[in-house]
């Protein structure tokens, strides 16, 4: 059962080998389990979805035909293609498609799956998209996938071909998934402990837990003495004293390792290598620049594209192509990476500037990529120099000058 877009199944747990009581002792919750909530109460995690299901959610989509010789056509949102205005704007009357993505991309960050049921008209075109919450998939006897979701006391089965699925990863069985959280608890697991172990060091004034050894008469008498500890121990942190009178014959030793000799602040540091693995983020992206330089941050950038991006992107493309189109279909949907360098003016400004000049892009084709009018005269393209039109060019303007023969 996928828990996929529903927050009440968020407190599925996985399991971490962690002795309840040495736990506390040190500290931490001693739990055996670490749920979604916490984990996504680790600042790298938080950080690393955050961000991936933000920048998949913003890149443009954008819905195109392809003629017979393979020349692509976007296509414009009419009665007749409610696909297109249903992906670049609303996927139905109560959810927009760039909240959809993000809570698509953000269950598939944490718990592994989003799966959504596609509404078609009476001709099978796509009109409407609604997240299956809490759906299980089976596969029949004829190699089919079907879906099945409970909604309002009934059971309805979805067929595989109206139902868009995107998983992080899927077992061998090709039906039930791997979530990044669970998958990795152990790793997370560590970094969950390490805050609430500094946590409640700092709440306890910055003073570790302790053993007290003496001649005590009864267990009772050992309780009452470890009571009146605590509570002067308490007492000095307070008033910020650093003095604490222990009777004669009475030793107190702290409890467990230093934390600078536990190493805490590395083992939070290292979280952020962690998650960065488990996601394929470079640490820039979870906020730790420690090691950023100018040239590694610009690297750090294409590796996001090329190595992170690119994966979800064409998962996610394909995945659409088929279900909202067909096998074979002209049309397909494509996201615009270009829609990354919206935020660089400069950036887009100097490629824009260079593909007008090269002949890639009309003035107009480019002035439409960031929302401005055409203008009368900008859909011919053009040549560096005089940055003129092509077509306007005779034989002769264009044919380069004849080197002069050796003792004209």
């Known amino acids: 059962m996928f828990g996929f877009g529903k927050r009440e199944k968020r407190e599925a747990t996985f399991t971490q080998s962690a002795a309840a009581s040495i736990a506390e ?19 790298a995690v938080w950080a690393a979805v ?17 003629d017979s010789k393979g020349n692509k056509k976007k296509v414009k949102p009419t009665r007749a293609n409610p696909v297109v205005d249903m992906l670049h704007s609303a996927i139905n009357d109560d959810c927009s498609s760039f909240q959809w993505r993000f809570d698509m991309f953000t269950a598939v960050f944490t718990e592994g799956r989003f799966v959504t049921y596609i509404e078609r008209d009476g001709q099978g075109r796509p009109i409407n998209l609604f997240p299956l919450v809490g759906a299980t998939v089976e596969r029949l006897s004829n190699g089919r996938k079907r879906y099945k979701h409970q909604a309002g006391g009934k059971t309805i089965y979805y067929d595989q071909s109206d139902v868009i699925d995107i998983p992080f990863m899927l077992k061998p069985d090709l039906l039930t998934h791997r979530s990044p959280l669970r998958q990795c608890s152990v790793a997370i697991g560590k970094a969950v ?22 001649p005590f ?9 470890a009571d009146n500890i605590a509570d002067a121990t308490k007492e000095a942190a307070r008033k910020g004293g650093n003095v604490l009178a222990i009777p004669v014959g009475h030793r107190l030793d702290p409890l467990g390792a230093d934390p600078e000799k536990m190493q805490l602040v590395q083992t939070q540091e290292f979280a952020v290598i962690e998650v960065g693995r488990i996601y394929s983020l470079p640490p820039t992206f979870l906020q730790d620049l420690s ?22 992107v064409e998962q996610a493309e394909a995945e659409m192509n088929l279900k909202l ?15 990354l360098l919206r935020g660089d003016y400069r950036t887009r400004m100097e490629g824009n500037s260079t593909a007008i000049q090269t002949g890639q892009l009309t003035p107009n084709e480019a002035r439409a990529m960031d929302n401005r009018e055409p203008l009368d005269g900008g859909d011919e393209l053009m040549i560096q120099g005089a940055t003129v039109r092509l077509t306007g ?16």
Request: no cysteine; hydrophobic share 35%.
């Open 50 to 66: 955050n961000f991936l299901s933000g920048t998949m959610a913003g890149l443009p989509l954008n819905v195109y035909d392809r």
């Open 393 to 408: 060019q005779t034989a002769e303007a264009l044919t380069p000058p004849a080197t002069p023969t050796e003792g004209a």
């Open 291 to 312: 090691r950023a330089t100018f040239s590694n941050s610009e690297q750090q950038d294409l590796h996001l594209v090329k190595h992170t991006l690119k994966r979800w």
């Open 217 to 225: 008469g009864s267990e009772k008498s050992a309780s009452r003495a």
């Open 25 to 43: 002792l040190f500290g931490m919750s001693g739990s055996a389990t670490v749920s979604m909530e916490e984990a996504l109460g680790v600042p």
């Open 325 to 339: 189109f067909g096998r074979g279909s002209s049309r397909f949907v494509e996201f615009n990476m270009d829609g």
């Open 193 to 214: 402990n390490s805050n609430e172990y500094g946590s409640k060091l700092f709440k306890n004034g910055g003073l570790p837990a302790f053993m007290l050894q003496g």
